[in-house]
């Protein structure tokens, strides 16, 4: 059975809860309490040393980081290869927006993290970060559909949740209608699913 270590406010989870979903995998739901910092728990510990959700498990095969377990969900369990391609062009294309869901939008989760429960970070300079990379994706996507390629792919997922919840961060995204226009195109896939923060389309 597939576990999932799993904090329900976090878009880091979410992503792998919205692939898991639409590839139609059961999977055993673990609550990890975020907020009482259960994360930084001798026990969370052995299970992920860096402390950080989510953590997922296939077995005995243990991952830790969203886009890694992206890429293990995408490369064994999706048939048609669609999520993640197998040609190296295209594999490479996902993999720079992988990146950047785990690296520069994050800028927006810190925000949100500042905003919803208070942490301690610089809220302007997050702000500022989280402006410059959504200016780049909203220029990216002016005359595609999708992030890489032209079908969604795994790119999407990682960079969806925390691009979507950037107003929960201070962040307005009505300078950015080809992200807003994606946004919504996403909401719209088989298999999509809401999470607090990022409703169902109407």
């Known amino acids: 059975m597939l576990k999932l270590y799993d904090f329900e406010l976090s878009g880091s989870c979410y992503k792998i809860r919205l692939l898991l979903n639409i590839l139609g995998l059961p999977y055993e739901k673990v609550s ?67 990146a950047t869901g785990g690296g520069e939008i994050m800028n927006s989760a810190g925000a949100r993290l500042v905003k919803i429960l208070n942490y301690p970070l610089d809220l302007d300079k997050l702000q500022a970060g989280a402006h410059r990379v959504f200016k780049i994706m909203d ?11 032209d079908h969604p792919t795994i790119a999407d997922i990682a960079c969806f949740p925390y691009t979507a919840m950037a107003g929960e961060g201070g962040i307005d995204l009505s300078a950015y209608p080809n992200i807003l226009t994606w946004i919504d195109r996403i909401k719209q896939l088989q298999g999509f699913i809401p999470m607090p923060g990022i409703p169902a389309l109407a």
């Open 32 to 98: 990890v309490d975020f907020i009482n910092k259960e994360h930084k728990t001798e026990a969370f510990l052995a299970l992920n040393p860096f402390g950080e959700i989510p953590v997922f498990e296939d077995g005995t095969l243990r991952l830790r980081d969203a886009q890694a377990i992206l890429v293990y969900l995408a490369r064994q369990y999706d048939q048609t290869h669609q999520w993640y391609p197998t040609d190296a062009v295209s594999a490479a294309k996902v993999s720079q927006w992988l």
């Open 139 to 149: 220029a990216h996507l002016a005359n595609r559909n999708w992030l890489e390629l």
